[in-house]
């Protein structure tokens, strides 16, 4: 598999350093569910809770900066792959302020939040929906779990 990841820091508040790491993150979690052929693209804005607040009025209706949006590519809008290129997977964005927020919160460092807000985008590009019910909750859970452990970070749900 080939996973292109294009990470965009509309942000200044985000490290340029981050960029590996999410990349990483995504071919992580695509390995953990299995997609090792072929190749995909996936996009990742690192922003900030103006533009993320912005972006969730517009597409979710909701007047707030969200601490992940997924966009996946199957969600309705027609945007045929080019012929012979990727599997255009889809877009998460991600708030700097919401992200550290949740990271103190939490008790974890600001790069493991962004490690677990970026496993928990892929997984809804996917198709994987933790609103759906319980059980689909726990099942999205459990696999961010797996794959978090991959890349060496606690389970964010035991902190």
């Not at 990483?24 to 190749?39: D, H, I, K, Y």
């Not at 693209?41 to 997924?70: F, M």
């Amino acid at each position: 598999m080939s996973a292109t990841v294009l990470v965009n820091l509309s942000s200044p508040l985000w490290p340029e350093a981050e960029e590996e790491r999410v990349a990483r993150a995504v071919q992580a979690t695509l390995e953990v569910e299995g997609r090792t052929s072929g190749e995909i693209e996936v996009g990742v804005l690192l922003t900030d809770d103006a533009e993320s607040r912005q972006l969730n009025l517009t597409h979710r209706g909701l007047d707030r900066p969200a601490n992940v949006l997924s966009f996946a590519m199957e969600d309705g809008e027609e945007f045929p792959d080019p012929e012979g290129g990727p599997e255009l997977l889809g877009d998460i964005v991600i708030p700097y302020e919401t992200t550290l927020a949740e990271a103190k919160e939490l008790g974890v460092t600001v790069e493991n939040r962004l490690i677990h807000l970026v496993v928990h985008g892929v997984l809804h590009l996917l198709g994987y929906d933790h609103e759906r019910s319980p059980e689909e909750a726990e099942r999205q859970e459990a696999r961010e779990i797996t794959v978090l452990a991959r890349l060496g970070i606690a389970n964010p749900y035991e902190v």
